[in-house]
């Protein structure tokens, strides 16, 4: 590994990115951030070891001033919540990025997106494969490791799935939580985004990355009711529900 190589995170005020930046400086590695409001950053125990770039994902100048002199970029960006077209602006930001890498000499890109091999996937898992060729359609190799949900405190899927088995011992839940998924945990995720920052040649690839065990969120909400020495949950399935009203 060469410890003098630059690698750019972006999502570092995120709850991948920000893991990734600290174990990354552990490893001795030059790190660089790209965030819209450096404001977001001041409280990481990281902040004033890292360069920090402040810039748009949707800026083709700013991204290329993120990135020059980086060898590895790990793209952790997305939009949910800002709209109905979300995907279409997570589209353009990575078709943006992905021409500003190439422009700047980035020998690779790292991206981390969903899991996504059902026939019928969500309009978020769309646009997490979309992203992921959006980011492909220059020469830059991409390597895109695509995970189910990921398990560890601070997650958002794990912090609701927590909440809902501590608060409700009998609950009424959507038929989503019959739905399988490959669940794995957040210090195996930052093990395989921390090897690839060093590869010793690009990588171009899709490959999913997952726990030992393929499980229902039910599943989960019972596991997790008996690590936390709760009775086992009762849980009925209603045709249409929110989490929300749960």
Not at 1 to 22: C, E, F, K
Not at 51 to 80: C, R
Not at 134 to 158: C, K, M, N, Q
Not at 181 to 195: E, F, K
Request: contains cysteine.
């Amino acid at each position: 590994m060469n410890n003098s190589r630059r690698i750019l995170v972006t999502g570092a005020s995120g709850y991948v990115g920000g893991r990734l930046v600290r174990a990354l400086l552990n490893e001795g590695l030059t790190v660089r951030v790209s965030v819209r409001d450096e404001k977001k950053i001041s409280g990481q125990i990281w902040a004033n070891e890292v360069e920090v770039s402040v810039g748009n994902a949707t800026n083709f100048e700013e991204m290329k001033s993120a990135l020059d002199g980086v060898h590895t970029a790990f793209y952790l960006l997305h939009s949910i919540g800002v709209g109905a077209d979300f995907d279409e602006l997570e589209a353009k930001m990575a078709r943006n990025f992905a021409k500003a890498a190439e422009a700047s000499g980035v020998k690779q890109i790292v991206y981390l997106g969903g899991i996504a091999n059902d026939q019928r996937q969500s309009k978020h898992l769309a646009s997490r494969a979309r992203t992921g060729v959006e980011l492909s359609s220059t020469s830059v190799p991409v390597l895109e490791l695509r995970a189910g949900i990921v398990i560890g405190s601070g997650s958002a899927s794990f912090e609701m799935l927590r909440h809902l088995t501590h608060r409700l011992p009998i609950m009424t839940t959507p038929k989503w939580v019959s739905n399988r998924t490959h669940p794995i945990a957040v210090r195996d995720v930052l093990w395989y985004l921390g090897n690839a920052a060093k590869l010793e040649n690009p990588v171009s690839g899709i490959f999913d990355i997952g726990g030992p065990e393929i499980l229902s969120y039910a599943d989960m909400m019972q596991k997790f009711a008996k690590c936390s020495g709760l009775r086992r949950r009762w849980i009925i399935k209603v045709p249409v529900l929110t989490p929300k009203l749960s």
